[in-house]
């Protein structure tokens, strides 16, 4: 694009950061049991250095928690620490977070990381990766700037003000979160439920049965035993967070049932489930009217062996909708041989001769294929 300037990120990109510091910190993980791991991290973010805790087991909301406010590395005066509930402690962190945090100006120079920095917001770059993000380019033209990054392994470009937002919506969501999860047990057999109630349409009783899911599991799966679980195991938490992250958008949640949803890729990798998951969060992104990010997860859908009759009737909405017409053709005539209905194809086979016109015409010729 003419006037764009492009800004590579790599020299400050934080990935893995928090992760660094676990290293280092010996109760580091006694901190994430107790406060929550992302909750920790936020203190870190904010500079609320945690000096002590008292744990009250029976409420755990009730457990007090002394810190101190600043980013010095002095030891702290005895009257500048202060003293919240775990449940005022959290809300503290999310509200100091959330807060408008103007953008700096528009970087001139690759080099000048700090100007780079400043335009992007120190603590977005820092809770990035705690959400998936790996930013990889920034973009700054005469529309405005946006980031290209990686979330959860999958590349998409996001305006600079749309990624603030969807990492401050994800912030606030972890107070409900915090309050809703606990740390129940997570009972498999609860799929088989859930997958019945999915099939009568009965989403919110899905959400009540598998809604505590989401928080412990996406702490589970950075803990060594959670690195271990065997593929059987993976494959049905990953189901089950399927049929939770695509209840939750019937009811309502879309931003909600996508973060479940980017949580079941993970459990379910290359295993038996991932089709399904992908080809769930490909018709999620779709229906939301993101028909671009939409493509990675169902082509890899796809490529995984989802049935061909679900797949790639989406992949031709969503090549359409991107203006991707030839690709769109590809898709029609791959669900046509699936033994996709006709009349499921005809609003997106008509916008392609429309398209196409002439071109569709002359390439029916060539190959001897019939009107679509």
Known sequence: MPGEQVFPLASIRTDGWFERIGESVGSFQALCDIVGERFFAFSMITGARITALTVDRRNPESTLVDFVVGSGEDEPVRGDTQRLTLGEF?????????????????????????????????????????????????????????????HDGLEETISLSGFRESIRANVRQELSRAAKSGRGAIDLSHVKTAEDLASRGEHQRV??????????????????????????TRGIIAKGLGL???????????????????????????????????????????DDDRAG???????????LGA????????????????????????????????????????????????????????????????PL
Not at 317 to 344: N, Q, W
Request: with cysteine; net charge negative.
């Open 293 to 303: 990010e939409s493509i990675g997860p169902l082509r890899r859908a796809a490529n």
């Open 90 to 150: 959290r809300r503290r962190l999310v509200s100091a977070l959330v807060a408008d945090e103007p953008s700096g100006p528009a970087p001139a120079r690759a080099t000048d990381t700090e100007a780079i920095q400043l335009h992007i917001g120190v603590r977005y770059l820092l809770l990035a990766p705690l959400y998936g993000y790996s930013l990889l380019e920034l973009s700054v033209g005469p529309g405005g700037s946006s980031l290209s990054a990686l």
């Open 207 to 232: 959400v009540q049965l598998l809604g505590q899911w989401p928080g412990p599991l996406t702490i589970f799966l950075r803990t060594p035993e959670g690195q271990m679980l065997n593929a059987e």
């Open 244 to 286: 939770l992250g695509s209840a939750c958008v019937a009811v309502g949640d879309s931003a909600q049932g996508e973060e479940v949803l980017r949580l079941a890729v993970q459990y379910a990798a290359d295993g038996t489930a991932a089709a399904d998951i992908y080809a769930r969060l490909g018709e999620t992104l779709l």
């Open 307 to 370: 049935s061909g009759d679900r797949v790639w009737p989406l992949l031709a909405r969503a090549f359409l909708e991107r203006g991707r017409s030839v690709a769109a053709l590809g898709a029609v005539l791959e669900a046509r041989s699936s033994g996709v209905d006709e009349a499921v194809m005809r609003h997106v086979v008509v916008a392609l001769e429309a398209q196409l016109g002439k071109s569709l015409e002359s390439w029916r010729s060539l190959v001897g294929e019939p």
